[in-house]
């Protein structure tokens, strides 16, 4: 045996025992800047594999190995060894055991300190800087972090030290990908993020973080005092958790009154269904969590914490139906986020009903009912009522008495019922059914796709187009039995009324169209405008507010001898 000195190939051996060349300690000189196979001896050997992915075996002794740069496997053996890495150095490897009587040492060197370091699973995995430096120290069981480990002691430059234990206590990281992960955590801290994709999450025990990330995600914390984070944008997540004091915490952006719990009792047991909601408090699609509750009814998670620093407990989120009664005298009732029933009843009553889902009864009187946030029911009932839906897809009832219906924001449905009422969709996909009696349906920019039905009913209203919207800028079309109108939009919008069963009977017609400039159209010339815009394709999204000049010009005498402004 003895010294191997390499001439810079692929792979050198160094080997020795004790007594031959080397002295004790023993000192390996046959690295090179290649892959190295070395070996120690059963003294205590000092090993520096220099450059390369290198194997070292440094058998028994109390040795000290330096991998040097590059990927490389360190095999300390028997006794009290020392391990030395530097920033530079690669991905190494270090297989070791201390028995009960010893302890192994990594030294690092200059330029990394503790808060350089972070931890990842597989084997224990220590990134070291942001360079791509890692160690690997096996063995490894994530199921008894606190069990058996490879070293004992973790040096530094600056003359600080850690044990195993205060390492560990430190927690480790977990980062999951795009795809859908599955995500292990220890039992100790872990922190786990999914990112994108539908992930399972689950941190076993010790006191976790879980961030599922963006997707439909699995979170399971298991016991100890777990914390759920949750982003706008980060889809409809399922939390489940078997202990602990746990905390839900929100980032940017929600707030008390940006989310609701609503509970639903199913058949494996309830389940708290937590949503997040718009600034005009809807409920945004697909965002929020589902929590199963525990067999007592109590939430598995005790604090849900906002960005503005508040807290609440799951009880406090939780939307609940409450009854409301007027007293007869003229009210004002405000009500807030929790599904309402309010029955105003007699007197001229003003009615805010807050986020939740409400339903309002107006009762007799001439009654103002806003439905603000949530998927509403307002009935006016008997009175000259105005109903003003708000966010949500809201419903509208008109009942007896002259009535102003304003649906809002959303999909909503407005029912104007006896009476000359006005009915004005608003922003969305609306349905409108004016009821008995000469009505007026309002439309405008922005108002979408509307709908006017009602079979029979329809004959003597007024559809009363808004601000900015003159004769030239309607387009009419028809669409089976349907009538439909277009207006001309500069923009994307595509905002149209249509009248359902024009065609099929006169008594579904309304009486007249009125534009923004003063003019009028008669039903009855509805079909000669129609038939002669038919011979043109209507006009693309966006195209502009006016018609192409040999369009305007085909359609100028029609346009005149249909649009009659009055008193002209």
Not at 380 to 397: I, P
Not at 542 to 553: H, K, N, Q, R, V
């Amino acid at each position: 045996t003895g010294t191997v000195q390499p001439a810079g190939g692929e792979a050198a051996l160094a080997y020795a025992t004790t007594g031959d060349l080397f002295g004790t300690p023993q000192v390996g000189t046959g690295a090179s800047e290649g892959d190295d196979v070395l070996a120690g001896t059963a003294g205590d050997d000092v090993i520096d594999a220099l450059g390369g992915n290198d194997q070292v075996d440094a058998l028994a002794g109390n040795d000290t190995i330096a991998g040097g740069t590059g990927n490389d496997t360190l095999l300390g053996g028997a006794g009290e060894d020392t391990y030395v890495f530097n920033l530079g150095d690669g991905v190494d490897t270090i297989e070791d055991l201390a028995a009960p009587s010893e302890g192994n040492t990594l030294v690092f060197g200059e330029g990394i300190s503790p808060d350089d370091l972070s931890l990842g699973v597989g084997s224990l995995i220590i990134h070291a800087g942001t360079g791509g430096d890692a160690i690997h120290l096996a063995p490894f069981d994530p199921s008894n972090v606190l069990g058996p480990s490879a070293i004992d002691t973790f040096r530094f430059a600056d003359g600080t030290a850690l044990s195993y234990e205060q390492l560990v206590a430190r927690g480790f990281d977990h980062a999951g990908t795009e795809d859908n992960d599955t995500l292990t955590g220890t039992n100790v801290v872990d922190r786990i993020h999914g990112l994108g994709g539908d992930d399972r999450l689950e941190g076993g025990e010790g006191d976790d973080v879980l961030t599922g990330g963006s997707g439909a995600d699995l979170l399971l914390g298991g016991p100890g005092d777990d914390s759920y984070s949750y982003e706008l944008g980060d889809g409809l997540d399922w939390v489940e958790d078997e202990g602990g004091a746990d905390t839900l915490a929100f980032g940017a952006g929600i707030t008390f009154d940006r989310t609701i719990v609503r509970v639903e009792e199913a058949t494996a047991g309830a389940i708290a269904h937590l949503r997040v909601l718009d600034a005009e408090g809807d409920e945004l699609d697909e965002q929020g969590m589902d929590i199963p509750l525990t067999d007592d009814g109590s939430s598995p998670i005790e604090r849900f914490v906002f960005s503005d620093g508040s807290s609440v407990t799951l009880d406090e989120l939780i939307i609940r139906t409450e009854t409301t009664a007027g007293t007869g005298r003229g009210d004002d009732i405000r009500t807030g986020r929790h599904d309402d029933i309010i029955e105003a009843g007699r007197g001229q009553d003003t009615v805010y009903a807050g986020t939740g889902n409400d339903a309002i009864h107006g009762g007799r009187g001439a009654d103002h009912l806003f439905g603000e946030g949530g998927h509403d029911a307002l009935y006016g009932e008997r009175g000259d009522d105005v109903l003003d839906g708000g966010a949500g897809d809201d419903r509208l009832h008109g009942g007896k008495g002259e009535d102003l219906l304003i649906g809002g924001k959303g999909a909503d449905t407005l029912l104007g019922g006896k009476g000359h009422d006005t009915l004005q969709g608003g922003a969305g996909t609306d349905v409108l059914d004016s009821g008995s009696g000469p009505d007026t349906i309002l439309f405008g920019r922005g108002d979408g796709h509307d709908r006017l039905v009602g079979r029979e009913h329809n004959q003597g209203d007024t559809v009363e187009f808004g601000a900015g919207i003159r004769a030239e800028h309607l387009w009419f079309t028809r669409e089976g039995d349907n009538l439909a109108v277009s207006v001309l939009n500069a923009g994307p919008a595509a905002d149209r009324l249509t009248i359902e069963d024009w065609y099929t009977d006169k008594h579904n017609r309304v009486g007249e169209f009125r534009s923004a400039d003063g003019f009028e159209l008669d039903a009855r010339h509805v079909e000669r405008l129609r038939q002669a815009m038919a011979a043109f394709a209507p006009p693309a999204l966006g195209a502009g507010m006016t018609l192409p000049p040999d369009i305007e010009s085909a359609l100028a005498p029609v346009l005149a001898a249909a649009w009659d402004r009055p008193g002209c």
